[in-house]
């Protein structure tokens, strides 16, 4: 697979929880930061939303938004509104005016990633994903908006594992949209994958992470001379060469140490050390704990 698959393979998203978000007259809401990936998409009206720290962001319409970790935010009908502190709920929420019609609907929710390797591999990725109806509506992410707001208006059989499979979908095109078209993200894998060069790199380090990599070996696959290929790997992933190829190990090692079903040996010799002692060395060096002790606690 190539690298971004890797990496959405070993986080494993599903679609936890989808709700709908309505909304009548003037209202503002206050949300407390939480770990969980948040996502919303505006099926009609419009709302206004204001991470915290940063402007508030017009949302209208067709409009996606993914946060890979939700940092305090409000919802609010018009910019600048007091909001009043509220607590996430599991089913249809409606803010301001309880009776007719709503001017604003959203579906909002969270996404579920495999817990193992959640904070590394969401370091990986920009802090939120912003997809604007004007930009999206052409592509396939768009038709995939359009046919996931017309199931949401339906009361077909089998609605609620449509919309599931439909938000499964959507964050592994909202990803690939990202990393193709990009919008100035910080550094990270998505980032990355934008520059040829470095994506030759990267997708040697995935096709046989067992190899023992050189950044002078990883440079002549990317076409570059030794330094400037550390300089704009280092700049533009977030980390050098060696120390991505380092934490994609360990990844691969906590992800099957969690399974339970391989050996310390086999292990050790599918992500590229010598012996299961020097893969356990340098596990204990980097996680602070033996592979036995980390594959006990994640069973």
């Avoid at 946060?67 to 600048?80: C, I, N, Q, V, Y």
């Avoid at 594992?161 to 993200?185: C, D, F, K, P, T």
């Avoid at 046989?208 to 001379?225: E, P």
């Amino acid at each position: 697979m190539d690298p971004l698959s890797d990496v959405i393979a070993l986080l494993r998203p599903g679609a936890a929880l989808s709700k709908p978000i309505s909304g009548r007259g003037r209202w503002g809401v206050e949300y407390a930061a939480h770990d969980a990936p948040g996502f919303s998409i505006i099926l009609t009206g419009e709302v206004w939303l204001t991470l915290n720290g940063h402007e508030p962001l017009q949302l209208g319409r067709g409009d996606f938004l993914l946060l890979p970790t939700t940092p305090a935010f409000s919802l609010s009908s018009e910019k600048g509104m007091s909001c009043a502190p509220v607590a996430p709920r599991n089913e249809a929420v409606r803010h301001g005016e309880q009776e007719g019609e709503p001017d604003f609907v959203a579906l909002g929710g969270s996404f579920t990633f495999e817990r193992v390797n959640a904070p590394l591999l969401l370091s990986l990725l920009p802090k939120q994903i912003y997809i604007p109806a004007s930009q999206g509506r052409a592509t396939r992410f768009g038709r995939l908006i359009e046919l996931l707001a017309e199931e949401c208006a339906t009361d077909y059989p089998g609605k609620e594992l449509i919309i599931q499979r439909m938000l499964e979908a959507l964050l592994v095109e909202a990803l690939r949209w990202h990393s193709i078209e990009g919008q100035g993200v910080t550094a990270g894998l998505l980032n990355g994958m934008k520059d040829p060069s470095l994506t030759r790199a990267i997708q040697a380090i995935h096709s046989d992470v067992r190899a023992n990599w050189t950044v002078a070996g990883l440079a002549s696959i990317a076409g570059m001379s030794r330094s400037a290929f550390s300089a704009r790997f280092g700049e533009t992933i977030g980390c050098a060469p060696i120390e991505y190829l380092a934490r994609w190990r360990m990844a691969l090692a906590k992800d099957a140490l969690a399974s339970g079903v391989k050996t310390l040996d086999r292990i050790a010799a599918e992500i590229g050390y010598e012996s299961a002692s020097a893969f356990s060395t340098a596990f204990r060096k980097r996680l602070g704990c033996p592979p036995g002790q980390f594959s006990r606690m994640s069973a």
